[in-house]
């Protein structure tokens, strides 16, 4: 059966430091992945998109990397801060290119301490 | 600018009764989701709706029913509440890709909780 794994349920690191959560998959070759930002009480808000023949993405301090012959995806956070503290979510299409239906990781639960 | 709206936030039900929860998103989107997010398990994929009149099933659909009548609003009943249906729900809307993957957007839940 398809299967998502994100690293660890939580991760504690010290501001100014970077933030590495893995995301890994087992079964599927998505076309793409996806990692959303989670804060308590609320919905999960998109950050970033990666494609199948894209290695890494950028965005101000996000990237994520994406390598297919692993099925990992790595989303880091440098400068963390405080505020970056949140639950984060991987995702990607198991569907075989419908392109329309999403599964989630179980979610890494990042606290940066000031 | 609302995007998602879910209605209720909060909500108790008695074992047994019934309720419909409303999702409403502005965004002229073809594509709407329901999950349910416990702890432990992660945001499961309930139903979902490809298109207005269109309803299909996902990961956990026994105990839901849906309906889309109208291409902005997705609703999802809970035809007699059991206590393991206690979780929080969320609903989430997508444009069709049309040659770009387009992200998820989600409602910030409804709360259920089933006594």
């Known amino acids: 059966s398809q299967k998502i794994e994100q690293n660890s349920e939580a991760l504690n690191i010290q501001e100014g430091k970077t933030a590495t959560l893995t995301c890994n998959y087992t079964?599927?070759?998505?076309?793409?992945l996806q990692w959303y930002r989670q804060d308590p009480g609320r919905g999960p808000v998109f950050l970033l998109l990666?494609?199948?023949?894209?290695k890494e993405k950028r965005k101000e301090r996000l990237k994520v990397t994406f390598d297919t012959t692993l099925k990992q995806s790595l989303f880091h956070i440098t400068a963390s801060q405080p505020a970056d503290s949140a639950t984060y979510l991987c995702?990607?299409?198991?569907?075989?290119?419908?392109?329309?239906?999403?599964?989630f990781g179980k979610g890494t639960l990042l606290t940066v301490n000031p | 600018n609302a995007g998602v709206t879910q209605t209720p936030k909060f909500r108790v039900l008695k074992t047994g009764q019934s309720m419909t929860l409303l999702c409403a998103q502005d965004?002229?989107?073809?594509?709407m989701y329901w999950y349910r997010q416990d702890p432990g398990m992660g945001l499961r994929l309930i139903h979902y709706?490809?298109?207005?009149?269109?309803?299909a099933k996902g990961e956990v659909p026994d105990g839901y029913n849906v309906s889309r009548l109208k291409k902005q609003n997705f609703l999802l009943g809970l035809e007699s509440a059991a206590p393991s249906q206690t979780s929080v729900y969320f609903c989430?809307?997508?444009?069709?890709?049309?040659?770009?993957?387009?992200?998820?957007?989600f409602g910030d839940g409804t709360r259920l909780s089933i006594l």
């Open positions: 079964n599927y070759s998505p076309a793409y």
């Open positions: 989430a809307s997508r444009a069709p890709d049309g040659g770009s993957n387009q992200p998820q957007h």
């Open positions: 995702a990607l299409d198991i569907t075989g290119g419908s392109n329309y239906k999403l599964t």
């Open positions: 965004m002229n989107h073809e594509y």
């Open positions: 990666i494609r199948e023949n894209e």
């Open positions: 709706s490809v298109g207005e009149g269109t309803t």
